[in-house]
T-cell receptor, first 112, second 114 residues
């Protein structure tokens, strides 16, 4: 079946530190992969996506590369800011249909 | 373009009552999915509607039901509420075509069951 396993949180970093949030998946075929971000009191916002192997999604300084060989889609940012404090969700979209599978979310707090 | 709109934003109900939540998708989007988000279980898929038909369903009891109207607006109903139904209910819409796999989320309806 389809599933996403995400790094447990919470994660606390100092401003300008390097961020990595690990995400691995199990799926049939070649799913699309996503990172969503949820700020307090809000819904989820798409952060970036990749639709095929070796694709790199990027947005707002965040990057993630679709690695078919390791079934991973790790989120990285070179220098985090206080405003990046949020919960991050890794997700996959099944090859057929429109169902999404989400990881459990990783809470990130960036301190000045 | 207006985003996904969920109403109401907050609800307080008591055990045994029933509740209806509403979701208006982005204009032109025909698929609407519903999720339950709780601290313990994370995001769990409830169901997806496309062109007024339920296309996918998650592993929730029959007390959870939904429907979609011809204008793509969707409602979710929970009957005989239990304390454990307290959660943030999120709706997401998506569109066929090149970006068909991107789901756009509303801000959610926070349901508290007392």
């Amino acid at each position: 079946g389809n599933s996403v396993t995400q790094m447990e949180g919470p994660v606390t970093l100092s401003e300008e530190a390097f961020l990595t949030i690990n995400c691995t998946y199990t799926a049939t075929g070649y799913p699309s992969l996503f990172w969503y971000v949820q700020y307090p009191g809000e819904g989820l916002q798409l952060l970036l996506k990749a639709t095929k192997a070796d694709d790199k999604g990027s947005n707002k300084g965040f990057e993630a590369t679709y690695r078919k060989e390791t079934t991973s889609f790790h989120l990285e940012k070179g220098s985090v800011q206080v405003s990046d404090s949020a919960v991050y969700f890794c997700a996959l979209s099944a090859v057929t249909g429109n169902q999404f599978y989400f990881g459990t979310g990783t809470s990130l707090t960036v301190i000045p | 373009k207006a985003g996904v709109t969920q109403t109401p934003r907050y609800l307080i109900k008591t055990r045994g009552q029933q509740v209806t939540l509403s979701c208006s998708p982005i204009s032109g989007h025909r698929s609407v999915s519903w999720y339950q988000q709780t601290p313990g279980q994370g995001l769990q898929f409830l169901f997806e509607y496309f062109s007024e038909t339920q296309r996918n369903k998650g592993n929730f009891p029959g007390r959870f039901s939904g429907r979609q109207f011809s204008n793509s607006r969707s409602e979710m109903n929970v009957s005989t509420l239990e304390l454990g139904d307290s959660a943030l209910y999120l709706c997401a819409s998506s569109s066929p075509g090149q970006s068909k796999n991107i789901q756009y989320f509303g801000a959610g309806t926070r349901l508290s069951v007392l």
